[in-house]
C-alpha cells in the first residue's frame, strides 16, 4: 500500500489508454508533499474505511449462502466474531505490531499500544494528509477480513473455541507481521521494492494459504465428495459477493490513501478486473460444464477482484482486463483441481485467494509501470525483469510462512483444546450444536 502524490492530469488522461505510457510521462507526474489535513483526503479514506468494514458482514453471506441450513449461523459467525476480536486485538497491540517502529525489517515495537501516539495529526511514513488515527481503522479492516476469509477452508467442521483462538493468536504471529514486511515502515520486503497495492500478498496470499494447510490439517467433511452438499441460499451468496464488490472499491482505490486520480485509476482497475473474471469463469464453467452457473459467476467476480488488488494502482485498464482473465481461467481450474487431490476447501479459500492472489502479485510484477504510480517501480514489460523475481521470492516466502505457522498453530489447539466437532455434532449441525439456535424455523 502506497501513499503517494496525485499525477498530473494529462499523465492520467494518458494512462487511460492502455499498456505503455512513454517515459516523459512518468516525468509529469507531480507528488503533493505535504504534512496538513486534507479535508477531501481524509473524507475518501473514512467512507473507504466503512466499505472495507462493510466487505466482512459481505463475506459473511457470501460464504453463509454456500453451506448445508444447519451450519449457516456457525458459518456467519466466523465473520462477524472477526469483527469484534480482530479490532481489539489491533487497538491493543495489532497496529503496533504492524505498523509501529520498526525493528529490524520484521516486527513494529510496542510504543504504540493501546494507540499510544496514534493521533490526529498526519503520520507522514504512511499518509501525509489524514490523521493518523484514521489511517489506522482503515488498516483495522484489512486485519479483520483476512483471518475470517481463512474460515471458508473448515466451514461446517471446526468448533467456535478453536477458531476464536486460532484467529486471535494467527492475527498475531502471521498477518500483523507480514503487513509490517510489506507496507510497515522499515519493513524488510517493503526495502527490496515489492509491489502489493491493497493486499495481494498481506491479505490473500496469507489467507489462502493458511486456508490450504486448514483444509489439509482439519480433513474433509462428513461425506465429502460421497453425499450432496449443495449451497442451500445462492441468492444470499450473490448478495453477499454483491456487497464485496461493492466495499472492494474502498479496499483497492482506498489505498491509494488519497481522493485524486490514482483512487480513481485503481477503482476502474478493480472494476475492470472484476468483470472480466466473472465473464471469463462463466464461459469457462459452459464450454466445460455445459451451463453458466449463477454460482460460477460470483466466485469468478471474486476472483477477479482478489487478483488485480496488488496490482491495482500499478497498472492500466488493459493490463487489469488480462489479468481479471487470467484470474477467471486459473481460479476456476484450482477450484476444479481439489476434487482430484482430494482436499476439501469447503468454499474455496485457497483456490480464490491464495492462486489470485498470488497470481496477481506476479503480475503486477510484468505489467507495472511508473508512468501510472511513480511511487511504484516497473515491471517484466517496461524493462525490468529483476521486478518479477521480487514479486516471485516474496510471494513465495509469504506463503512458506502462512502455510507453516498455520499448521503449526492447528496443530497446537488440536492438541490443548480440540479443533473438530464430534462426529455427531457435525451431522446435527454447528447451529444448533455450537451456538444453540437456528437459521430457519421452518
Not at 347 to 357: E, Q, S, T
Amino acid at each position: 500500500m502506497i501513499s503517494t502524490g496525485k499525477l498530473s492530469r494529462a499523465a492520467f488522461a494518458l494512462v487511460a489508454l492502455g499498456l505503455a505510457p512513454s517515459p516523459a510521462f512518468a516525468a509529469e507526474a507531480v507528488t503533493v508533499a505535504v504534512s496538513k489535513i486534507d479535508s477531501g483526503d481524509t473524507a475518501w479514506i473514512l467512507i473507504s474505511t466503512a466499505l472495507v468494514m462493510l466487505m466482512t458482514p459481505g463475506l459473511a453471506l457470501f460464504y453463509g449462502g454456500m453451506v448445508r441450513r444447519k451450519n449457516v449461523l456457525g458459518t456467519l459467525m466466523h465473520s462477524f466474531i472477526a469483527i469484534a476480536l480482530v479490532s481489539v486485538q489491533w487497538i491493543l497491540f495489532g497496529y503496533s505490531l504492524a505498523f509501529g517502529p520498526d525493528v529490524r525489517g520484521f516486527i513494529g515495537n510496542l510504543d504504540w499500544a493501546g494507540l499510544a501516539g496514534v493521533g490526529l495529526t498526519p503520520n507522514p511514513d504512511y499518509a501525509a494528509t489524514v490523521p493518523h488515527l484514521a489511517f489506522m481503522a482503515y488498516q483495522m479492516m484489512f486485519a479483520v477480513i483476512t483471518p475470517a476469509l481463512i474460515s471458508g477452508a473448515f466451514a461446517e467442521r471446526m468448533k467456535f473455541s478453536a477458531y476464536l483462538v486460532f484467529a486471535l493468536v494467527w492475527t498475531t504471529v502471521v498477518y500483523d507481521p507480514v503487513a509490517h514486511w510489506v507496507w510497515g515502515a522499515g519493513g524488510w520486503m517493503k526495502q527490496t521494492g515489492v509491489l502489493d497495492f491493497a493486499g495481494g500478498i498481506v491479505v490473500h496470499a496469507t489467507s489462502g494459504f493458511s486456508a490450504l494447510a486448514a483444509a489439509l490439517y482439519i480433513g474433509k467433511r462428513k461425506g465429502f465428495l460421497h453425499e450432496p452438499m449443495p449451497p442451500h441460499d445462492l441468492p444470499m451468496t450473490v448478495l453477499g459477493a454483491g456487497i464485496l464488490w461493492f466495499g472492494w472499491f474502498g479496499f483497492n482505490a482506498g489505498s491509494a490513501l488519497a481522493s485524486g486520480e490514482l483512487a480513481a485509476l485503481a477503482f476502474v482497475t478493480t472494476h475492470t478486473a472484476a468483470v472480466a473474471g466473472t465473464l471469463t469463469w462463466t464461459f469457462a464453467e459452459w464450454l466445460h460444464r455445459g451451463k453458466p452457473t449463477m454460482f460460477g459467476a460470483a466466485t469468478g467476480a471474486i476472483a477477479g477482484l482478489a487478483t488485480i488488488t496488488p496490482a491495482a494502482g500499478f497498472v492500466g485498464p488493459m493490463p487489469a482486463l488480462a489479468i481479471g482473465m487470467a484470474a477467471g481461467l486459473l481460479c476456476y481450474t484450482a477450484l476444479n483441481a481439489k476434487t482430484r487431490f482430494g482436499y476439501d476447501d469447503s468454499l474455496d479459500a485457497f483456490g480464490v485467494h491464495g492462486v489470485g492472489g498470488t497470481l496477481g502479485t506476479v503480475m503486477a510484477g510484468i505489467f507495472a509501470t511508473v508512468a501510472i504510480n511513480p511511487g511504484g517501480a516497473n515491471g517484466f514489460l517496461f524493462g525490468n525483469p529483476h521486478q518479477l523475481v521480487v514479486q516471485i521470492q516474496s510471494v513465495f516466502v509469504v506463503a512458506l510462512y502462512s502455510f507453516v505457522v498455520s499448521l503449526v498453530l492447528f496443530k497446537v489447539i488440536d492438541a490443548v483444546i480440540g479443533l473438530r466437532v464430534s462426529s455427531d455434532d457435525e451431522t446435527e449441525g454447528l447451529d444448533i450444536t455450537q451456538h444453540g439456535e437456528a437459521g430457519y424455523t421452518h
